[in-house]
């Protein structure tokens, strides 16, 4: 039956193929407009608790740099990690709370959407490969899923609250008092949790480009030194707060991914 199977997708002409995948697409986006009207629903309940949370001093990770370093910091070197750290996000414009309701629902139901996106491409790909190509097509398909969401966590527990403490915080004179604005606020919450999403998929590309015999180890290795500068500009992108405390919480992670990449493609 598979055999069959196999022969039917091989016989399909180009628009046949065009035609699968208009399917694929229709599918993906039905499921993204159920999941949005879904975050739509639910988004007013967790808005305090999870999207603000980084804004009040009981944000799990403050308390625990609190606990691991005392409550305050060095200023140049660390944010201050005291318990009663808190900013107020105002409201400037009159759509803006709306449009903010829409936008971070279409980025949530995105982020929740993206394991059934992977299935979609999955099952569209897998009649092209050979069956001993789909096993480890179908490893990289779970393994780029799972770094995704792993990237999106580190986003929203590390990189992102640091980023946005360490900001909220800095004053160029004491007479200048921040007040950030709803937009301003998600721009970089979102911003900063979906790079770092994709930004974790590093592994997956390096190990699409060494199957493609495009990517070598020995060229990964020979050009470390290289890689370093370059994952250290990426991490001050990333965390424009310029801090080396942040600066070293990106950068690890991202060097972390490099040397995992070196592991997994071919000599």
């Known amino acids: 039956m598979a055999q069959e199977d196999d022969v039917q997708q091989q016989e399909m002409s180009f628009w046949d193929h065009l035609e699968v995948l208009r399917w694929v697409i229709f599918r993906v986006a039905i499921a993204l407009v159920v999941l949005i009207i879904g975050c739509f629903i ?14 009040r001093g009981d944000f799990f990770l403050y308390k625990a740099f609190g606990l691991f370093g005392g409550g305050g910091g060095s200023g140049m070197f660390m944010p201050d990690f005291g318990a009663d750290f808190h900013v107020d996000i105002i409201n400037i414009n009159v759509a803006s709370q709306f449009l903010t ?34 096993q480890n097509v179908r490893l990289a398909f ?24 360490f900001l909220t915080q800095y004053q160029v004179a004491e007479s200048i008092t921040n007040q950030i604005s709803l937009n301003s606020y998600i721009s970089n919450f979102l911003g900063i949790i979906f790079i770092l999403g994709l930004v974790f998929e590093m592994p997956m590309l390096a190990w699409i480009l060494s199957r493609m015999g495009i990517l070598h180890k020995s060229f990964l290795k020979e050009y470390r030194r290289y890689a370093v500068i370059v994952l250290l500009v990426l991490a001050a992108l990333i965390t424009p707060s ?6 070293a919480v990106v950068f690890l992670p991202l060097f972390g991914l490099y040397e995992l990449s070196i592991l997994i493609v071919r000599k």
């Open 42 to 55: 639910v988004l007013p309940r967790i808005f305090d608790t999870f999207v603000l949370g980084p804004t």
């Open 101 to 134: 309701h829409i936008s971070t629902s279409f980025w949530f139901a995105l982020v929740l959407v993206f394991p059934y996106l992977m299935y979609e491409v999955w099952k569209f790909v897998r009649p092209a490969l050979f069956p001993n190509e789909q």
């Open 142 to 165: 779970l393994s780029g899923t799972a770094l995704f969401y792993i990237g999106c966590a580190v986003g929203y527990c590390i990189v992102f609250p640091l980023t946005f403490r």
């Open 242 to 247: 310029g801090d080396p405390f942040t600066l």
